[in-house]
């Protein structure tokens, strides 16, 4: 698979144990990962941590993997008259 991604847009990976588990609904998960990320700060540490605090604020029961990231910059410098 292979798709474009705007400059310094954010990439956020993830299990499902991030967004749902025995007692956490996936709709409710989903929509508090979006609220994080609407809000997020340029440092993609610093997004892993809010999410982390947001979405598993204890001892998950599911296995969780995350990965957070930002599309560079263009390297290409713009044509300008």
């Given at each position: 698979m292979e798709f474009e991604l705007p400059e310094e847009s954010p990439l956020v990976l993830?299990?499902?144990g991030l967004i749902a588990g025995r007692t956490r609904d996936v709709g409710r998960?989903?929509?508090t990962l979006h609220d994080v990320l609407a809000s997020a700060p340029d440092s993609?540490?610093?997004t892993c941590d809010r999410?982390?605090?947001?979405l598993l604020p204890g001892?998950?029961?599911?296995d969780v993997?995350?990965?957070v990231a930002r599309s560079?910059?263009?390297s290409t410098p713009s044509a300008r008259a």
């Open positions: 993830h299990t499902d998960g989903l929509a993609p540490e610093e999410l982390l605090a947001a001892r998950p029961a599911d993997a995350l990965i560079p910059e263009s």
